[in-house]
């Protein structure tokens, strides 16, 4: 376990995925009922963008720091949540999906995270420690599957893994399919990195295959050329969005689009169905 998200927080993929994460808890929310919200892959949940991991890449100015400094309404819970971390307003601080979540979190609802890494792990029960969060140190797979079905009816886990196994992909879609049997309603998101087409396409049959219903994909392209084998953009797998989500994703991808297209690009973002169609 190489992977460090210290060099990455608040980088273009953080932006969007943790946008859609608040924009999906809302949905949900949308009843009165009781959530858990799941996180295998938890991280630090937070990061110091000034710190030398995130200075040494320079990712967050082309992700938050470009999310702060617009002025489309569509992306003010996620600009508010990120001060919400910062006492002076500013974006020292950039919060991971742990507190992303527990920013959004009703009484009802109950949020429990998972980290292998020790040392983040310990970073993370640090972070958390003025939230309700309970946080495990396990392998991410096997927690998926201990997890659900949750305690409450209704829920969300969130998977994002750092891609350096080259295993990855098929833990997910054998955990995915596990999980489904137990779970057939709970809502998952998937995070994935865009790098090679064809190999997308070849993991995107197979997870068609496993015939989940309802199994929406987000693709965001940052650049308006190919360019084979290198980071070209990010994507989540969501299982069983909520439709007040789907209703009201086009605008908010739009607006991800604008703020995150780098320099003499367009950039390209949508939502499909792989399976299903809401
Ligand atoms: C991309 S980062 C998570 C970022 C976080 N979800 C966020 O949005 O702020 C992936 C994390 O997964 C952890 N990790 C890698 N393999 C794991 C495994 N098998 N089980 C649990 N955690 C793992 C890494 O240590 C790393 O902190």
Not at 2 to 10: E, L, Q, T, V
Not at 156 to 182: F, G, H, N
Not at 251 to 269: D, W
Request: aromatic fraction near 8%.
């Amino acid at each position: 376990m190489n992977y460090r998200h210290s060099f990455h927080a608040g980088n273009s993929a953080d932006v969007v995925k943790h946008g859609l994460l608040i924009a999906l808890v809302h949905a949900l929310q949308q009843k009165p009922g009781a959530l858990t919200l799941i996180d295998t892959h938890a991280g630090c949940g937070l990061y110091d963008l000034e710190g030398e991991h995130a200075q040494r890449t320079g990712e967050a100015m082309h992700g938050v720091l470009r999310a702060v400094s617009d002025a489309n309404p569509l992306l003010d819970d996620y600009r508010t949540a990120v001060r919400a971390v910062n006492d002076d307003g500013g974006t020292r601080f950039y919060p991971g999906s742990p507190r992303f979540l527990a920013d959004v979190l009703r009484p009802q609802d109950a949020l429990i995270l998972n980290e292998k890494h020790p040392e983040d792990a310990d970073t993370l029960r640090g972070a958390m420690r003025d939230t309700p969060a309970a946080v495990h140190e396990r392998d991410a797979y096997e927690f998926w599957l201990a997890m659900v079905p949750p305690r409450t009816a209704r829920g969300m886990v969130v998977v994002d893994p750092p891609y350096e196994q080259t295993d990855e992909r098929a833990r997910i879609t054998a955990t995915l399919a596990a999980a489904s049997r137990k779970w057939g309603h709970g809502v998952t998101v998937i995070w994935y990195p865009l790098k090679d087409r064809a190999a997308h396409w070849r993991w995107k049959g197979q997870l068609r295959a496993l015939g989940i219903p309802k199994f929406l994909t987000v693709e965001h392209w940052l650049y308006d050329d190919d360019r084979p084998g290198s980071y070209n953009g990010a994507g989540l797998f969501i299982i069983n969005p909520p439709y007040a989500f789907t209703q009201a994703l086009p605008p908010l991808l739009e607006a991800l689009r604008v703020v995150l297209a780098p320099e003499g690009h367009r950039g390209e973002i949508g939502a499909d169905w792989l399976t299903g169609a809401g």
